[in-house]
């Protein structure tokens, strides 16, 4: 009982256990493109998961970079105001 | 009756994965700041060219994207109050700094993160987690699980804005 205590009693709220991590990296491996289309039967490892998760949060970066400078181009070629507004609101719906 | 675990089910899906509603949520608030961006004019300088002009927008069009989502996202996840406050300082100051760098953590909180780490987890992943620290807003003060809950929520999220972008630069008229 006393050892099972004193194990236990570790970082504050939340104990973190091995099985929750591979959990989670899992999770982050369906989210990662990369990983999700050369699918092979065999586990990736944790660390390949982490790796391509920051590649792919930089190349996100990018896009944002890239159509960023596209829609002030866009913005600044375009002319009238109500034709945006109409064509925008149409994209929402 | 199970109908109690139901909402809260639901609650822990939107708790966890970004919706149609947040992707509405962006769409309108950075649209709005789009159109006003549009009528916005730069500060006069000397070497003033449209393509400067057009840079100069860039950088808020860019800005707009990372707050509408953060905004959108609200105060439930960590990241997004983190990217909020970096943000509001950035455009407070009207320089856009490389924000993407991490903030310096004292020494102490340092090593405690470190050893949490070496004692859970194998040791490859060290270094992605501290890429990853570095990427995720508030990354540097997060336990590994949070850092990995995060993450996921952050990468959805920036896809969302990143396919909203898309579509509205695809639906502008040529």
């Known amino acids: 009982m006393s050892s099972r205590r004193?194990?236990?009693?570790?970082?504050?709220?939340?104990?973190?256990?091995?099985?929750?991590?591979?959990?989670?990296?899992?999770?982050?491996?369906?989210?990662?493109?990369?990983?999700?289309?050369?699918?092979?039967?065999?586990?990736?490892?944790?660390?390949?998961?982490?790796?391509?998760?920051?590649?792919?949060?930089?190349s996100l970066h990018r896009e944002v970079d890239d159509l960023s400078q596209r829609l002030s181009e866009l913005l600044a070629s375009s002319d009238t105001d109500s034709d945006q507004a109409a064509i925008i609101r149409s994209l929402l719906m | 009756m199970r109908q109690k675990q139901i909402p809260n089910k639901a609650r822990d899906t939107a708790m966890?994965?970004?919706t149609n509603s947040l992707k509405r949520r962006f769409s309108l608030k950075f649209l709005k700041t789009l159109m006003r961006i549009r009528k916005s004019r730069p500060p006069p300088s000397p070497s003033a060219s449209s393509s400067w002009e057009i840079r100069w927008r860039a950088q808020k069009i860019k800005l707009a994207a990372y707050f509408s989502m953060a905004l959108s996202v609200g105060s439930k996840r960590t990241w997004s109050r983190a990217l909020t406050m970096k943000l509001r300082a950035t455009m407070g100051n009207r320089r856009w700094s490389s924000w993407k760098g991490s903030k310096k953590m004292t020494k102490r909180r340092i090593v405690a993160k470190k050893n949490m780490e070496k004692r859970h987890l194998e040791k490859d992943m060290n270094s992605g987690l501290q890429q990853l620290r570095q990427l995720v807003p508030g990354g540097e003060s997060m336990d590994p699980r949070s850092l990995l809950e995060e993450t996921a929520h952050f990468v959805r999220c920036l896809e969302t804005q990143v396919r909203v972008m898309r579509s509205i630069a695809e639906g502008f008229p040529c």
């Open chain 1, 6 to 58: 004193s194990r236990s009693r570790q970082s504050g709220s939340s104990r973190i256990t091995e099985d929750q991590i591979a959990d989670l990296v899992s999770k982050l491996q369906q989210l990662i493109p990369e990983i999700r289309n050369r699918r092979s039967d065999k586990q990736v490892s944790a660390s390949k998961v982490l790796q391509e998760t920051c590649n792919y949060i930089r």
């Open chain 2, 16 to 18: 966890k994965n970004p």
